[in-house]
């Protein structure tokens, strides 16, 4: 590879007093993981679990030093198995990416073939990362509700955190999808920005969580997306309509679940875990072309702050205490 073997990767490493330190430092493609594909990162992008891996968060990352980056879309340089050619455009989300395998956070990465999925037409590499991890989370929750038979006539959809990256995608994927949205948010502002994803109706996180103690609540959502987790979650489960679902894919609120089994056998209420790391291979080109077509954000555009890897630092920080609204892209072609 000559020069190109050089690259310039956000490296995280432990220091002896268990301190969590971020540089950008010069990296070699020699150095990286062992892998057949060989990709040079145009886009990565931010999700709260990179923050977490950023910041040495032990549920994500223990070796260190390590590149996070749990997405990434580029150019294919080199693939020994021949399952690409150099110069296919590639998308890598899940699986090991940026936990413990250096990530998207550096212009190279080294990966198993298995792991990368053909950019599929009608989204560039730029727009792959704009979606990302949260967006693929997104659509995969809206296909296991449509698989589920939620249809748009059947009532209002609740998505939870919906100013995040996977809450405002999947407004805006349900919003295109034809059904009736209702975003909840903790933060009240950004009704404009939620409506402007074709949100129907925005509540404050409290109005979902109102009387949570009770053993079940009024019936008002004929399925949801939930990224919350925790008493949210419960509160959720306990206010879905007789037969609704409920999808499950994160925890920015707590991991725990305190709930009750009368939703389940009183109402008949589905919850459904949504797993965007070892999704199998088909169902994840599935989602990516759904992605690149009918449930392609229009405002894509808009909903994407793009940063260089010397941005990231605020970024991160920035991500973990809810102050990012939308999703971040991470410009590796210019860092």
């Given at each position: 590879m000559g020069d190109m073997a050089k690259f310039k990767a956000l490296v995280v490493e432990k220091t002896s007093d268990k301190q969590f330190v971020r540089e950008i430092r010069e990296r070699s493609v020699d150095d990286l993981p062992p892998g057949d594909l060989v990709i040079r990162v145009h886009y990565s992008s931010l999700n709260y679990k990179d923050a977490l891996s950023a910041t040495g968060h032990p549920g994500v990352t223990r070796q260190f030093p390590h590149t996070p980056g749990i997405d990434a879309a580029g150019e294919v340089v080199s693939c020994e198995s021949g399952a690409f050619a150099p110069g296919d455009k590639v998308i890598v989300t899940g699986y090991d990416l940026g936990m413990e395998t250096d990530g998207g956070w550096g212009q190279y990465v080294r990966i198993p073939s298995e792991w990368a999925v053909r950019l599929p037409e009608g989204?560039?590499?730029?727009?792959?990362?704009?979606?990302?991890?949260?967006?693929?989370?997104?659509?995969?929750?809206?296909?296991k509700l449509e698989r589920a038979g939620v249809r748009p006539a059947d009532g209002d959809?609740?998505?939870?955190?919906?100013?995040?990256?996977?809450?405002?995608?999947?407004?805006?994927i349900l919003a295109a999808a034809g059904y009736r949205v209702t975003a909840a948010t903790g933060k009240e502002f950004d009704e404009d920005?939620?409506?402007?994803?074709?949100?129907?109706?925005?509540?404050?996180?409290?109005?979902?969580?109102?009387?949570?103690?009770?053993?079940?609540?009024?019936?008002?959502?004929?399925?949801?997306?939930?990224?919350?987790?925790?008493?949210?979650?419960?509160?959720?489960l306990k206010s879905t309509k007789y037969g609704g679902t409920v999808t499950c894919c994160g925890l920015v609120g707590s991991p725990e679940l305190p709930v009750n089994v009368y939703p389940f056998i009183l109402r008949g209420v589905s919850l459904l875990g949504i797993d965007s790391v070892q999704c199998p291979r088909g169902l994840r080109e599935e989602v990516w072309q759904r992605l690149a077509t009918d449930w392609k954000p229009v405002q894509l555009g808009e909903m994407a702050t793009e940063c260089t890897l010397a941005g990231l630092?605020?970024?991160?920080?920035?991500?973990?205490?809810?102050?990012?609204?939308?999703?971040?892209?991470?410009?590796?072609?210019?860092?």
């Open positions: 989204v560039t590499l730029r727009e792959a990362m704009a979606l990302g991890t949260a967006g693929f989370t997104a659509a995969l929750s809206v296909l959809i609740l998505v939870t955190g919906a100013t995040g990256g996977v809450g405002s995608i999947a407004v805006s920005f939620l409506k402007g994803l074709g949100a129907t109706a925005v509540i404050g996180r409290d109005d979902v969580t109102a009387g949570a103690e009770k053993a079940l609540l009024a019936e008002r959502w004929a399925g949801a997306v939930d990224v919350v987790g925790g008493q949210t979650l419960a509160a959720v630092e605020v970024m991160t920080q920035a991500i973990l205490h809810g102050g990012i609204t939308g999703r971040v892209v991470v410009n590796l072609l210019e860092s």
